[in-house]
């Protein structure tokens, strides 16, 4: 069983920068996709950022040129830095783990950006 767990979420200023970071547990084997995705108050969740194990990245729209996702194979962690910051990036931002057959996701963290 595989476990995510995000950590870097908080309140930050418009303009400002933040650094999520998500640790699966246990052992993954073959290709995987690691990603974040949000969801804001009364909205749907929607995808910011993936990655594949093989380095192939993708982003929303809204977040392209601001927000930059990376992942360390070896530690099974993945990172977003997020910068200039905007009100509307204000959501639970959850991690998410994608095998062949099977998904994880984490529990969620805060992120908070005042105006």
């Known amino acids: 069983q595989v476990q995510l767990v995000e950590s870097g979420g908080g309140l930050v200023q418009a303009g400002g920068s933040l650094r999520l970071s998500c640790a699966a547990s246990?052992?993954?084997?073959?290709?995987?996709?690691m990603g974040w995705y949000r969801q804001a108050p009364g909205k749907q969740r929607e995808l910011v950022a993936t990655a594949t194990s093989n380095g192939r990245t993708t982003y929303a729209d809204s977040v392209k040129g601001r927000f930059t996702i990376s992942r360390d194979n070896a530690k099974n962690t993945v990172y977003l830095q997020m910068n200039s910051m905007k009100p509307d990036d204000t959501a639970d931002y959850y991690c998410?783990?994608?095998?062949?057959?099977?998904?994880?996701w984490g529990k969620g963290t805060l992120v908070t950006v005042s105006s």
């Open positions: 246990g052992t993954i084997f073959g290709f995987n996709t």
């Open positions: 998410n783990l994608r095998l062949v057959n099977t998904e994880y």
